[in-house]
């Protein structure tokens, strides 16, 4: 995994905000820039630094750097942020209001339903959701999740649902945006297999 992630082209992005050092750092990259025709896309993958301070940089200041590194290399940019809480999200939102063209969050596997543009053209969506079955501790066995929450350990077996198991759902975001790379519509996607 550590030669696919180090690859030039390789599409995968790490968190570029892992913590690093000058002994040590993480194969991959944090961000790209992936072109399609003449247009240029800089995708940057973000972790939250709430309850993972000593395993992350702050990655509001490491966007800021990305950001001021690539200025003028990129037509619209896109920030996914795997972050804890939703007024992390919201807050970040704010910070790169009108630098980027969309921010949304992952993590939960419950899609929001804030999807919105913000001033500057930003769109945000708190988090976009999951693939995976509806019928399920967000894609998970029940048996594994509940056992977890019981005992009060906070350890969960992570037993993936089958995808036989039931109706399956693909949530997501559409973000249409304009010549300036500024976000000029937002749209929540979900699609389940039963539709």
Not at 33 to 62: E, H, Y
Not at 70 to 89: N, P, S
């Amino acid at each position: 995994m550590f030669e696919y992630l180090d690859r030039p082209n390789s599409p995968q992005l790490r968190p570029a905000n892992y913590f690093s050092s000058s002994h040590f750092s993480y194969p991959g990259s944090g961000y790209r820039i992936f072109t399609k025709g003449d247009k240029r896309l800089l995708a940057i993958n973000l972790m939250s630094g709430v309850f993972l301070k000593d395993q992350m940089d702050n990655p509001f200041l490491v966007v800021d750097k990305i950001l001021e590194e690539q200025k003028g290399m990129y037509d619209a940019c896109v920030i996914d942020f795997h972050r804890e809480t939703t007024a992390e999200l919201v807050c970040m939102a704010e910070w790169v209001k009108g630098r980027v063209s969309l921010i949304y969050g992952t993590h939960t596997h419950v899609q929001t339903n804030d999807e919105r543009i913000i001033e500057g053209g930003t769109a945000m969506m708190t988090d976009i959701g999951m693939t995976g079955p509806i019928h399920s501790a967000i894609g998970q066995d029940f048996e594994s999740r509940i056992a977890g929450f019981v005992s009060g350990s906070g350890v969960f077996a992570i037993k993936p649902v089958p995808m036989e198991h039931g109706p399956m759902v693909v949530t997501g975001v559409f973000v249409e945006t304009g010549d300036s790379g500024r976000a000029i519509h937002i749209e929540k996607i979900r699609i389940t297999s039963d539709e």
